[in-house]
């Protein structure tokens, strides 16, 4: 089992059969698009043991049981699957990181971070910031290829005045160690989604899928 599904088949067609081991895969966009709901969708429906960094306290429970049934999955067996850590700063993210060393084994298929850049974003000097969110990525990085497990830094927006459009931030700290990187936006249209392929090894670039947030958590339109 080399990928892992994301629990919608357009999604995992444009990613050429699901989210990479072995691998980062950056998924990005602005607040209320999907991306929280698609990492924890992931971790519940593929084997393995998910370890789950929540730097935005946005990781629900209540949320991960409710996609666990209305999926006919048993819910407290889903839960235990998850081990939880909620980082204050970054500095506790730092450490939180290089303990997953210690933590994680083969019977994990799934690291999240949720978001990684929350906490960098409101501290002050950048410059040295930028050389510790590379050294987070690169323990990430290297527990995906002794683990072969995938791992999904999820990152956040801010506003570019120079393109006028959305940026990830810290987006060539990521991008350099991020093999697939994935865009998540809004629609007006009341619960529906577009997924943009950004960059992939070997998909093409810019490819969309549309997709939609339900109790079951992302669903096919």
């Known amino acids: 089992m080399d990928k892992l599904t994301t629990g919608s088949r357009s999604l995992d067609e444009l990613l ?29 429906l593929n084997r393995g043991k998910v ?26 067996e889903t839960l235990q699957k998850f081990i939880i850590f909620e980082p204050q700063d970054f500095k506790e993210q730092k450490r939180i990181i290089s303990k997953l060393k210690t933590i994680v084994n083969e019977r994990f298929s799934l690291v999240v971070v949720d978001s990684i850049t929350s906490h960098y974003r409101v501290e002050k ?21 002794k683990y072969n497990l995938a791992v999904i830094v999820v990152n956040q927006v801010y506003f570019d005045s120079n393109s006028n459009s959305l940026k990830p931030i810290a987006e060539h700290t990521l991008g350099y ?3 697939d990187i994935l865009r998540l936006e809004k629609l007006s249209r009341p619960g529906i989604r577009i997924a943009v392929l950004e960059r992939h090894r070997f998909r093409p670039e810019g490819g969309i899928v549309y997709f939609k947030i339900t109790d079951k958590g992302i669903e096919d339109i």
């Open 125 to 145: 000097n950048k410059q040295s910031l930028n050389v510790e969110l590379g050294k987070q990525l690169q323990v990430l990085l290297w527990l995906a290829r």
């Open 177 to 179: 160690k991020c093999k």
């Open 51 to 76: 370890a789950y960094i929540d730097t935005e306290g946005g990781f629900s429970p209540e949320r991960l049981k409710l996609m666990a049934e209305t999926r006919g999955l048993n819910a407290d």
């Open 16 to 44: 050429g059969g699901g989210i990479e081991r072995g691998i980062l895969t950056q998924v990005y966009g602005a607040f209320a698009t999907g991306k929280t709901t698609l990492a924890m969708q992931i971790g519940l």
